[in-house]
């Protein structure tokens, strides 16, 4: 988001400094982007969804891990009985063998985690990318909806640095913010909070 700010902005406003007389008729409008993206009901929303999805991977990574420690225990324990010398070489043999294919086993279930802990990570990555543009999305069609309303030429994001890494609005004395108006709107048709249960101090009842 900053990267964003960071490349393109300073050549917009450059551009209007640089027309002179039609600097003069600029509005610059302001907004505190960082406060918006996360004060923003979607984004909590989306955030709970992300945490949710990893919880479960987290159970299947688990599950996949529980499968892989029990195959290395009987392969543990298919390789000392095979070197049990009180049987005999036959018997000796048929467990080598048993091992040996438990040991392919352990191979096989050591790519799966892998692969299952590579696939998760890049999903998540790629689920969490999508949401934040889309929420970004929304956050810029509303503050373009009201820069408009309000003919502001150019808006300003309060939170944006230069190329290096500075505060790119050194100054403003916030008449022009929107921030708190395109937050009251967005969030408009945010769910209403989860009911917290009754406590017994709530109720007047003895606690048991």
Same mark, same amino acid.
């Given at each position: 988001?900053?990267?964003? =700010?960071?490349?393109?902005? #300073?050549?917009?406003?450059?551009?209007?400094?640089?027309?002179?007389?039609?600097?003069?008729?600029?509005?610059?409008?302001? =907004?505190?982007?960082?406060?918006?993206?996360? +004060?923003?009901?979607?984004? /909590?929303? &989306?955030?709970?969804?992300l945490k949710e999805r990893g919880a479960e991977m987290? $159970?299947?990574?688990?599950?996949?891990?529980?499968?892989?420690?029990?195959?290395?225990?009987?392969?543990? $324990? %298919?390789?000392?009985?095979?070197?049990?010398?009180?049987?005999?070489?036959? /018997?000796?043999?048929?467990?080598?063998?048993? &091992?040996?294919?438990?040991?392919? /086993?352990?191979?096989?279930?050591?790519?799966? =985690?892998?692969?299952?802990?590579?696939?998760?990570?890049?999903?998540?990555?790629?689920?969490?990318?999508?949401?934040?543009?889309?929420?970004?999305? /929304?956050?810029?069609?509303?503050?373009?909806? +009201?820069?408009?309303?309000?003919?502001?030429?150019?808006?300003?994001?309060?939170?944006?640095?230069?190329?290096?890494?500075?505060?790119?609005?050194?100054?403003?004395?916030?008449?022009?913010?929107?921030?708190?108006?395109? %937050?009251?709107?967005?969030? =408009?048709?945010?769910?209403? #909070?989860?009911?917290?249960? &009754?406590? #017994? &101090?709530?109720?007047?009842? #003895?606690?048991?």
């Open positions: 988001m900053k990267t964003i =700010v960071k490349r393109f902005l #300073p050549v917009v406003l450059l551009a209007g400094f640089l027309t002179g007389s039609a600097f003069a008729e600029t509005r610059i409008g302001t =907004v505190d982007l960082q406060k918006i993206f996360s +004060k923003y009901w979607k984004r /909590e929303q &989306a955030e709970a969804a987290d $159970k299947d990574y688990k599950a996949l891990m529980d499968d892989y420690n029990k195959t290395k225990d009987d392969y543990g $324990k %298919l390789l000392a009985a095979a070197n049990d010398q009180t049987v005999t070489a036959e /018997e000796r043999d048929k467990r080598k063998t048993a &091992a040996e294919s438990k040991l392919l /086993e352990i191979k096989t279930a050591e790519n799966t =985690v892998q692969t299952f802990a590579r696939n998760a990570q890049e999903q998540i990555e790629s689920q969490k990318k999508r949401m934040r543009d889309t929420i970004l999305q /929304e956050i810029r069609t509303a503050i373009t909806a +009201k820069a408009k309303a309000q003919a502001f030429t150019i808006v300003v994001d309060v939170t944006g640095e230069t190329a290096l890494g500075t505060p790119f609005v050194l100054y403003t004395s916030g008449e022009n913010d929107m921030t708190d108006d395109i %937050l009251k709107q967005l969030n =408009v048709a945010a769910p209403p #909070p989860a009911a917290t249960p &009754a406590t #017994p &101090a709530d109720t007047g009842k #003895p606690k048991k």
